[in-house]
């Protein structure tokens, strides 16, 4: 009964169209109801320590740091970087966008800005070049969603904190598999693309593939600095947000100079409207967790899931479609706010790392990310391609499917994401 009124509680309300914020507080508020326990007190109080959170910091510096390298040139960099370096190669604007993904990831852990900066940089260049628009467009975005998985990852804090779980764990955990996620794009555009006629830019020389390197090192030394510096605990992942954020600033500012002090006022005010989002709906998804602890509704879940929780692989399967479900309707950061209190008990009732789920959940919804009709970075694609969403899912559909190719097999072998994170912890 409680697992119904928690599911009712949330989705009607969504249903009709209530934010998911307030959407997450009315769930809160019938759970105190039903349980003959009502205090408004308890509600504001669970409101002020959702986001009364250290780690949390990280979030609205990590969110700057993007706003940073999209206006300030650092974006622009590494794709050219990726122009000279695999440019030539035939579907080498494909190749173009998914290597910069891979790096862009590792800049600003949002896949909206990724998706931004790669759409306006790269799709006019591709239909010039002669490419299909539908499948450029899915390229684009399927691209973009590496941005949660390779570290420093918004999604990843969000989960950590929620769930009490190392962050730095988490982001060492997520580079392999977001690696992989780039690899399995890479095959799929070889094969969706092969019967393309396209006109392929011409080889680069060496000279101009080392001026675009020694251009884009300033850009290529911040995941180094973030990564290496929480290998050997120099920073901790939010003070790894700081220096991300100061990082992105110096460089636009005084190497690049490509961001006047005259837009600084800009660059801020689009991250704090960015990050008010996000920190109101952690701060009201504190009072469903906090309700859905006291209400019991994983131990209501453990029990139905029960028949599985002998067989991990099972589990974890179950699990995710369900979360490629949700995904369908639900943003990434309130699918992690109102999953992970749930999911968190049964992960660790069934002796499942909760380091390792994490890369899974992440991934998992960031593929809901390209899943209509909440898609952000569909919607995002949509706007820099004109495609409508019906058009642009066409193209996304193939490499979709690569991707959840590669959630499956981190599902059967878990040893893809435990084995390289245990070696970066050493």
Not at 239 to 261: H, Q
Request: hydrophobic share 60%; proline share 6%; with cysteine.
């Amino acid at each position: 009964m409680t697992v119904t009124i928690f599911l009712g509680a949330l989705l009607g309300p969504m249903a009709l169209g209530v934010p998911i914020a307030f959407a997450l507080i009315i769930t809160g508020v019938a759970l105190m109801m039903y349980l003959g326990m009502f205090d408004a007190q308890i509600v504001a109080q669970n409101v002020l320590n959702g986001a009364d959170s250290f780690p949390l910091m990280a979030v609205p510096f990590f969110l700057l740091a993007g706003e940073v390298m999209n206006t300030g040139g650092l974006s622009r960099r590494i794709v050219n970087l990726a122009m000279a370096m695999v440019g030539h190669i035939r579907g080498g604007l494909g190749f173009v966008a998914i290597f910069a993904a891979c790096v862009l990831s590792s800049l600003s852990g949002s896949a909206v800005a990724d998706a931004a900066a790669l759409g306006a940089l790269l799709f006019p260049m591709m239909l010039k070049s002669g490419h299909d628009p539908v499948r450029a467009g899915g390229l684009l975005a399927s691209a973009s969603i590496i941005g949660p998985i390779i570290p420093p990852s918004i999604g990843f804090i969000l989960y950590g904190v929620i769930g009490g779980v190392s962050i730095t764990k988490l982001f060492l955990a997520g580079i392999f598999p977001g690696l992989m996620i780039g690899a399995a794009l890479c095959i799929t555009w070889l094969i969706v693309a092969r019967k393309e006629q396209f006109a392929l830019p011409p080889k680069q020389s060496a000279a101009i593939r080392m001026k675009a390197f020694v251009e884009s090192i300033w850009a290529l030394m911040l995941p180094v600095i973030i990564i290496v510096g929480l290998k050997f605990g120099v920073f901790t992942p939010t003070e790894a947000g700081v220096v991300a954020a100061v990082y992105s600033l110096f460089v636009s500012m005084v190497i690049y100079r490509e961001l006047p002090p005259s837009r600084l006022f800009e660059v801020f005010v689009a991250a704090a409207k960015i990050t008010s989002v996000v920190m109101f709906l952690v701060a009201c998804a504190a009072v469903s967790a906090w309700l859905i602890t006291v209400a019991d509704v994983p131990g209501e879940l453990a029990d139905l899931v029960e028949p599985l929780m002998g067989n991990q692989t099972l589990l974890l399967l179950a699990i995710m479609v369900l979360i490629v479900v949700v995904g369908t309707a639900m943003d990434m950061t309130p699918t992690i706010l109102v999953m992970t209190p749930v999911l968190m008990p049964i992960i660790k009732q069934a002796g499942i790392d909760p380091v390792y789920f994490g890369v899974l959940f992440i991934i998992n919804n960031s593929i809901g990310l390209i899943t209509p009709p909440v898609g952000t970075v569909l919607n995002v694609i949509c706007g820099v391609s004109k495609l409508s969403m019906e058009e642009l899912m066409k193209g996304v559909i193939p490499f979709m499917i690569a991707e959840l190719i590669v959630l499956f097999l981190l599902v059967l072998f878990p040893a893809l994401v435990t084995a390289p994170v245990a070696w970066f912890g050493h």
